[in-house]
């Protein structure tokens, strides 16, 4: 079997809403021979190109038509490729949090993989590398947080903000991972982080 036909198999069996790099194919053929098959099928309508390298395979709606990925499901998608770690930040940790209905056109995380910058559409996403211990957290939540609270800046932190926050920490029921993981958020973060936790540890006693 070719190496076009092979690829053009391995996508036809795929999930809808699947995306693939041509890393996925390295197996079947040189880098230029696989670029040049997902091309080829990007032609014949079968994959649409996302950006450079990452092509997706469609998922559609009858009334919608093309359900394209999100910015997370491809800085994911990324990540697990590069086997890197990486967390939202700054107005789309307000936006995953719910602190903030917009989406911004630059979508920023943080990663201890490769620093890079990738254009999907007018969308921009942004990878900034940073150190490991800037990554690991018991808790999810506590990252998008912390980081939610860097890109707000202490002035900006009403008492609207802290009980919508004390709202998802107690829904989320970590209170006591978020406990641990504020301990390494900067000091200001902390301060605001001990006041809304004594005031949920007052309300659950």
């Known amino acids: 079997m070719t190496v076009s036909k092979e690829i053009e198999n391995i996508v036809s069996k795929s999930k809808r809403g699947k995306l693939f790099f041509v890393s996925d194919f390295l197996q079947y053929g040189n880098y230029d021979t696989v670029r040049k098959t997902l091309q080829r099928l990007v032609t014949k309508g079968i994959l649409i190109r996302i ?91 506590s990252s998008l947080i912390i980081q939610s609270l860097k890109s707000l800046k202490g002035d900006n932190v009403n008492e609207t903000i802290k009980h919508k926050l004390s709202d998802i920490i107690k829904q989320s029921g970590e209170v006591e991972k978020i406990k641990r993981d504020i301990k390494n958020a900067p000091i200001w973060i902390q301060k605001i982080m001990l006041e809304i936790l004594s005031k949920i540890s007052d309300e659950l006693a």
């Open 51 to 141: 950006s450079k390298g990452i092509y997706y395979y469609p998922r559609t709606d009858e009334i919608l038509g093309i359900l394209y990925p999100t910015a997370e499901e491809i800085a994911k998608s990324i990540a697990k490729r590069d086997k890197a770690k990486i967390i939202p930040t700054g107005a789309y940790a307000q936006h995953l949090l719910g602190l903030s209905t917009q989406i911004p056109m630059n979508v920023v995380y943080l990663t201890d993989g490769s620093a890079r910058k990738i254009k999907i559409g007018n969308q921009s996403i942004v990878f900034k590398k940073t150190s490991p211990k800037n990554l690991y957290f018991e808790s999810k939540l």
